[in-house]
């Protein structure tokens, strides 16, 4: 089953590439992440697959209403045509079922070439006997990310960074903050209006409890800070509420990256953890506060300023 997963999960990349039409690449990109779910959950990894999940349904929601909002407004541009759509032949089935026919012989050389026998468990068992002792915790795909792998975690962090400073770059609203904006309108609809003032509340202890206890069970940072911010989204959702100051929480973001690089190389690369064992339990906790802290306030920007701060 998995063999099969990871085949998709090939052919999904391939077909995000190869395709030129932004109303498909969305698409494709909702597939592979939902692929890519399914693969981290049978590969053993439920905190990754809730974090995939979690991260790419916000994702493909701000594509989507990003893509309405640019497109869908009297002074827009027309949609890109790709060039070959523009200058299709008769015959021309042909050179669109080329790219299925190479993503197919992609994905039985990828079938043919998996190595036969058992692979060898030595990392896994290790990983598994050793991760309570020495990292803390009882779950142990957080002690991996916070502290086998913390390199990772840290370029994770790096990344989003990046991604919401080159979203402030390229918003066309050059504030930080606004008194008015985009309305969302949803209180046109009671239904709807109510169901998400009552799950508010939901979402936001939710939030806190995946946060809090990440190192215990399923969840942590990045779950966690996904959902504190639709608890944001929510709010604006339902009251129209513009006052965000998007500079201070970008000036938060970036301190609080600065204490996540500071706190591993203090606790961990500097040995703290071996000279402190009774405080690994609370290290666990304070770095996925702050991952989620983080991870909150990069939605928060994306999200306040494609969304609401542009008037479109």
């Given amino acids: 089953m998995i063999y099969v997963f990871l085949g998709l999960w090939v052919i999904s990349s391939l077909l995000i590439v190869l395709e030129q039409r932004i109303t498909r690449i969305i ?15 049978l590969f053993g ?37 790709p060039e070959k759509a523009a200058t299709k032949k008769k015959g021309g089935f042909l050179k669109q079922a080329l790219p299925l026919v190479f993503c197919a012989f992609l994905f039985g050389l990828f079938v043919f070439s998996i ?24 779950n142990a795909v957080t002690a991996i990310y916070l502290g086998y792998r913390m390199y990772d975690t840290l370029f994770e962090a790096l990344m989003l960074l990046v991604s919401v400073v080159a979203v402030a ?23 709807g209006s109510f169901t998400i ?38 709010r604006y959702l339902i009251y129209d509420i513009f006052d965000m ?26 040995g703290l ?9 609370t290290y666990l906790v304070i770095m ?10 990069g939605f928060i920007i994306i999200f306040y300023r494609y969304i609401a701060f542009e008037k479109r």
């Fill in 27 to 41: 698409i494709f990109l909702g597939i592979f992440s939902l692929i890519s779910s399914v693969c981290f959950l």
């Fill in 288 to 297: 996925n506060s702050l991952i989620g802290m983080k991870v909150c306030c």
């Fill in 169 to 191: 770059h390229l918003s066309h609203y050059g504030e930080v903050t606004t008194s008015e904006g985009e309305l969302s309108h949803i209180t046109r609809s009671t239904i």
């Fill in 273 to 281: 953890y071996n000279y402190f064992p009774q405080y690994r339990n």
């Fill in 115 to 138: 190595p036969q026998g058992e692979a060898s468990p030595y990392l896994k068992d290790q990983y598994v006997a050793l991760f309570s002792r020495e990292i803390g915790g009882e």
């Fill in 45 to 81: 990894a439920p905190d990754v697959a809730m974090a995939e999940a979690a991260i790419s349904s916000f994702s493909a929601i701000i594509f989507i209403i990003c893509f309405e909002k640019y497109y869908g407004h009297d002074n827009a541009p027309p949609l890109p045509v």
């Fill in 197 to 234: 003032r009552m799950i508010c509340p939901v979402i936001l202890v939710f939030g806190v409890y995946l946060i809090m206890n990440g190192h215990l069970s399923p969840g942590g940072g990045f779950q966690g800070g996904v959902a504190l911010a639709a608890f944001f989204i929510c």
């Fill in 245 to 270: 100051q998007i500079g201070k929480i970008f000036v938060m973001e970036k301190l609080i990256f600065s204490v996540i690089v500071l706190l591993p190389v203090l606790f961990i690369f500097m």
